[in-house]
């Protein structure tokens, strides 16, 4: 790490606007780790809090010329402790960039990073258009932020991920370098596909500062199925009999310690005693959309459901929602969490629910499993206490064991939260020896000296 003398750091407040530049230890202090509450988050020397592309710039030259590592953080909402501050480095905040425009008639939205997402959604809505990638934190999340880690969320398995919405993009580079890739075309292949390289790149490659998204119209109002198993087998077996016959707007499980921890925290009248529920959805208007919610109940009563509950009001649809979407914040109140983000191929999720149950008994810690069912993207939540040394060695056994299984079935360690630096020993154990070196000379072309977001994704 190079030691900044007091007066290059100095310069770089000089060079950005006044209250930019955070130097105080106590406001430093919320600035150092994300949701994910990484134990070596380190210190840095400043925030920035930038509130456009130059600012953008200015700091990244001012790095390149010192040295100094730079961790790009949105609103800290990462699970993956991809925005901990590194020991001397700077964070750069883009929460202060916050504007945005719609286009109704090229259906698109140019926004800065720092909107939230639903601020994104909001802004579509008065134009009578919808932004799908639907992220359970989505009312706390940055647009920017889900675009580092290419979010995906409760709508993904019929519409797609942000990298689906991403048109184009403004990116600062590690010199300084500002450029501007894509744009309001649904078509272009003009060149190497580089908008899609930087989706998903967790700062490593550059920083984000301005963001073209594709907008589709409003979703129709859909119908709602939610369904109790005596076990997470028939839970399972029920999604893929579901995935096999249509495309459902929706699909999420939750298993029986989700489901206790929601109902302690919010009271919704969710059957305590059932081992799995299924949440399902269909916005297919008329006929077939009715046929749809048939085969999604055929489905669950031929694979065992004790209840099967039908709605086609949408006030209820979005409480049983709401519902699923609390889950996170709901076992996080029980203990400290180590957060997974597995996924598999569809037709291996039985195997991955069982043997995530396996691996909670093995190893002696709770695992509360929430997932994506529909494309098989699990969040298996592994709750202990930090102050027990013997439960903490057993949780991270745990996590360790879930990500093997995962790979061992031919899945990801990651399908949504990014690899951060919680994940970052394990990339290699998916991705091999050669496809590793192939990332890291990506990244040194980008960043030669190293300074985005050292010690994310890349071991």
């Not at 480095?89 to 960039?97: A, D």
């Not at 893929?240 to 921890?261: C, K, T, V, W, Y």
């Not at 190893?363 to 930090?386: E, K, R």
């Not at 093997?404 to 630096?421: F, K, P, Q, S």
Request: a negative charge.
């Amino acid at each position: 790490m190079t030691k900044v003398d007091p007066g290059a750091l100095e310069r770089l407040v000089d060079a950005l606007p006044d209250g930019a530049v955070l130097t105080d230890p106590d406001l430093i202090a919320g600035y150092r780790q994300d949701w994910a509450a990484d134990p070596d988050a380190g210190t840095p020397i400043a925030v920035v809090r930038a509130t456009c592309t130059e600012d953008v710039q200015a700091v990244m030259r001012w790095a390149s010329q010192h040295r100094v590592p730079v961790v790009p953080r949105g609103a800290g909402s990462g699970l993956s402790g991809g925005s901990s501050a590194v020991d001397g480095g700077i964070v750069l905040s883009t929460e202060r960039m916050r504007a945005i425009t719609v286009d109704p008639i090229a259906r698109v939205a140019v926004t800065e990073p720092g909107l939230l997402n639903v601020e994104v959604k909001k802004a579509a809505a008065e134009h009578g258009l919808w932004y799908p990638p639907d992220p359970s934190s989505y009312e706390i999340c940055s647009i920017g932020g889900n675009a580092a880690t290419n979010a995906g969320g409760l709508c993904c398995v019929k519409y797609g991920v942000t990298t689906d919405y991403v048109l184009g993009m403004q990116v600062v580079l590690a010199d300084g370098t500002a450029i501007r890739l894509g744009g309001p075309l649904l078509k272009d292949v003009a060149g190497l596909s580089l908008t899609k390289l930087f989706v998903g790149s967790e700062g490593t490659l550059g920083i984000i500062t301005e963001l073209t998204l594709r907008l589709i119209p409003a979703q129709l109002p859909a119908s709602t199925v939610v369904a109790s198993f005596p076990s997470v087998e028939s839970a399972a077996d029920a999604v893929l009999a579901i995935s096999g016959q249509i495309r459902p707007a929706m699909l999420e499980f939750m298993d029986h310690a989700s489901i206790n921890a929601v109902e302690d925290a919010i009271h919704m009248g969710l059957d305590r005693n059932a081992r799995a529920l299924l949440l399902a959805q269909s916005d297919t208007p008329g006929a077939a959309g009715a046929r749809e919610i048939e085969n999604i109940v055929g489905a669950c009563e031929k694979n065992g459901a004790k209840e099967v509950f039908a709605t086609d009001d949408p006030a209820e649809g979005e409480a049983f929602t709401v519902a699923r979407r609390a889950v996170f914040p709901a076992v996080q109140a029980i203990g400290s969490l180590l957060l997974e983000d597995v996924g598999v191929p569809m037709q291996q999720l039985p195997a991955l629910i069982t043997g995530v149950e396996s691996i909670a008994e093995d190893c002696d810690v709770q695992i509360c499993t929430v997932a994506h069912a529909g494309d098989g993207n699990t969040h298996p939540l592994i709750v202990f206490d930090p102050t027990d040394p013997d439960m903490t060695e057993r949780a991270h056994a745990a996590f360790s064991r879930v990500i093997d299984l995962a790979i061992t079935l031919g899945g990801t360690i990651t399908g949504e939260h990014g690899v951060g630096r919680l994940k970052r020993d394990f990339l290699p154990g998916q991705l091999g020896d050669d496809v590793m070196e192939l990332n890291r000379r990506v990244k040194t072309a980008l960043d030669p000296l190293g300074i985005l977001n050292p010690g994310a994704v890349f071991p």
